[in-house]
């Protein structure tokens, strides 16, 4: 009975401490605002360029703020490719996001976890532009 007790409990503690995100579709979008380009390679659009910002986070609606992200991003391929890092900061916890960054079309990005509700959070995240100057853009994340 007592060891009974204790693998039962032992699966609820497992359960408790699964991520809040689990199984979560979470869209947003964000106005790229902020972002400064440093010019560190060969002059112009180079490999090792960097790419920072710190962006406002708003609903699908694009209406109200929920948040905001920041990061960087080091260019690897001129005219085509950045590698990048940033963190989603949202009231309820925080997500990280690694990969690449692409010049043209969509890019999918790995969720590299979390903080708060998003603690150890995983999946992807698929960035689409909406519009051809990149002043704007989809963020939606899949987490696991």
Known sequence: MNR???I???FSATLAALPASAGEHLQVVERALSDTTLDLGAKGDSP???LTFANPIFDTANKAQLGSNQ?????IVAGKSWECFWTLILKGGQITVE??????GDSLMAVTGGTGKYAGAQGAMKLHARD???SSYDFTYELL
């Open 4 to 6: 009974m007790y204790m």
């Open 48 to 50: 090792g360029d960097l």
């Open 132 to 134: 051809a100057k990149g």
């Open 8 to 10: 039962a409990a032992g």
């Open 99 to 104: 990969g690449p960054f692409l010049d043209a």
């Open 71 to 75: 990061g960087y991003c080091v260019r």
